[in-house]
């Protein structure tokens, strides 16, 4: 009996070809757009020229991240990366924990539902929509810098767009406004939660509403705001191609430009295909490394594992 319950659990693929054949499509999409695409990086170790091609092209080695190295623009880029990237992280954190305890704490369900539609849509609107909007707002004659002069906060109108100094500070607070609303959703599901009960026992104590917050809102999702923040840490040099891309100028490079952007000028602008290359693939390997860390620190704070 035992022999044949164990034959009867063996499974074949004869058994499960359709499931094979389900996540095909999926299998096909990686391997076209991210499988073959990674052999790409031999490109990094070549002087290449597109007319000569991948079999033909210079084998030059590491000189490329030598001489990547050797350049200001690698420090620049990789230190206005990490800066955007790590305030807007640290600021969409703060700022979706805010908004998700104002809507459990402060607002009826129907006005809840209403705000938090509101607060989603811009989740949803691409980059090159916003960053033109954006643009006549903080432009020279635009309404912020109309309302300043108005309210006598400024004596002239502010370079938001076209300063070393404002810049950064732009792409990190519209990105905030954007994201905030959608990445509270998280917060939201984790507050409700919470042991109604808890809150019960705190009016009879007479707590206040901020104590409550402090002594069981905030313990009670402590947990999801670790795991968030440690699993953000993979994405801390990825500052935004599209919006960096469709916001800055030349003027601006200083303060704003980042790996993403650099490639694409070295790549499609200036044709180094190999210089940008190397950096791509430096920026890979970190992000590597950021992914490796945080997953083995979510498992080790939170408990959070995939496999």
């Not at 200001?72 to 954190?93: G, H, Q, Y």
């Amino acid at each position: 009996m035992q022999k044949l319950a164990l034959k009867r659990r063996k499974v074949t693929l004869k058994d499960t070809w359709p499931y094979h054949l389900l996540i095909l499509p999926g299998l096909l999409v990686v391997l076209i757009y991210t499988i073959i695409p990674f052999l790409g990086n031999v490109i990094a170790f070549q002087d290449f020229k597109p007319i000569m091609g991948f079999q033909r092209s210079e084998w030059v080695g590491l000189e490329n991240f030598r001489y990547m190295f050797s350049l200001k623009d690698t420090a620049k880029i990789f230190r206005n990366s990490l800066f955007i990237a790590s305030m807007k992280l640290l600021l969409s954190l703060i700022a979706s924990i805010f908004f998700a305890i104002v809507l459990h704490e402060a607002m009826g369900q129907k006005v809840k539902k209403c705000v938090q539609t509101i607060c989603f849509l811009p989740h949803f609107l691409s980059w090159v929509i916003l960053a033109t909007i954006f643009k006549n707002i903080f432009d020279d004659t635009g309404l912020v810098n109309t309302v300043l002069v108005k309210l006598g906060l400024a004596s002239q109108s502010v370079n938001f767009l076209g300063s070393n100094r404002w810049f950064p500070a732009l792409l990190i607070g519209t990105d905030v406004w954007k994201e905030f609303g959608y990445g509270s959703i998280i917060f939201i599901a984790a507050l409700s939660g919470i042991n109604p009960e808890l809150y019960e026992a705190a009016d009879i104590d007479g707590a206040s509403r901020l104590a409550k917050i402090w002594h069981i809102t905030l313990p009670g999702i402590l947990v999801t705001i670790v795991l968030v923040a440690t699993l953000n840490l993979s994405n801390i040099l990825n500052a935004g191609f599209d919006q960096v891309y469709n916001m800055y100028s030349p003027v601006v490079y200083e303060s704003g430009d980042i790996i993403d952007t650099y490639v694409y000028r070295m790549s499609f602008i200036n044709a180094q295909y190999s210089m940008a290359t190397a950096v791509g693939l430096l920026k890979s390997a970190v992000s590597f490394i950021l992914i490796t860390v945080s997953y083995f620190a979510a498992d080790r704070v939170a408990g959070y594992r995939l496999f």
